[in-house]
């Protein structure tokens, strides 16, 4: 079973809809969990940080933990073009941050 | 805003060669990160450095690979003799405690 799982996609949707991007993990020492966006050949750009389970908001984007069954979400609100990347699971143990393969996100005028 | 920088963007060297790799963390973070991501794939974890040493490193790190913090600003990863295989962006990040990570542009690394 690998550490991180996401769906690839990619996911299409149309500008304004509500996007969820989800992650499952199996590896119970993870004590942090981010969301990165990544565009092609940049470094990926923290978007979200959280330790606990439940939700955190900001502007546009939520995050949701459930450390119980081990399974992270991100939400997008009114999604835009801007937001066409690719989105990285990265839940955090004591020295290293585990990355997903990433859902690759496409927000269509 | 702070943020982490990279020198240079794009490294093309050939098989056998020794590359250095330089990266100017956050100034007041602590905890220094090597990750690569070859191309088409998922961002793996290389190495972690706290205190001037190790804190730990993926089997991929291995006696080939480097790290260094030569003065109180630059960030180093060393590659003895590059294979083709080593050809990835190498981002560097760095935190000021053991949580959100903060990641540079990325050097992307071609050995030809």
């Known amino acids: 079973q690998k550490e991180v799982e996401q769906d690839p996609g990619p996911l299409s949707v149309p500008e304004g809809a509500i996007v969820s991007l989800n992650c499952t993990y199996s590896?119970?020492?993870?004590?942090?969990f981010m969301w990165y966006r990544q565009y092609s050949r940049k470094g990926p750009e923290l978007l979200m940080y959280?330790?606990?389970?439940g939700n955190k908001e900001d502007g546009r984007f939520t995050a949701q933990v459930d450390k119980s069954s081990k399974y992270i979400s991100l939400f997008i609100r009114d999604s835009q073009p801007s937001d066409s990347a690719t989105y990285l699971c990265?839940?955090?143990?004591?020295?290293?941050?585990?990355f997903g393969t990433g859902t690759k996100l496409q927000v269509i005028p | 805003e702070p943020e982490v920088t990279q020198t240079p963007s794009h490294q093309v060297t050939q098989m056998g060669q020794e590359v250095i790799l330089r990266c100017v963390p956050i100034?007041?973070?602590?905890?220094f990160y090597w990750y690569r991501q070859i191309l088409g794939q998922k961002v793996e974890f290389l190495v972690s450095?706290?205190?001037?040493?190790?804190?730990?490193k993926s089997e991929i790190f291995d006696d080939q690979f480097s790290v260094e913090r030569p003065d109180g600003s630059n960030f180093t990863l060393k590659i003895r003799s590059t294979k083709l295989e080593d050809s990835a962006m190498y981002f560097c990040?760095?935190?000021?405690?053991?949580?959100?990570?903060?990641f540079g542009p990325g050097t992307r690394l071609t050995v030809t």
């Open positions: 450095f706290y205190n001037n040493e190790i804190s730990e």
């Open positions: 990265a839940p955090g143990g004591y020295q290293k941050v585990t």
């Open positions: 959280t330790y606990s389970s």
């Open positions: 590896n119970s020492a993870f004590q942090y």
């Open positions: 100034s007041n973070h602590l905890y």
């Open positions: 990040a760095s935190t000021v405690g053991r949580d959100e990570q903060y």
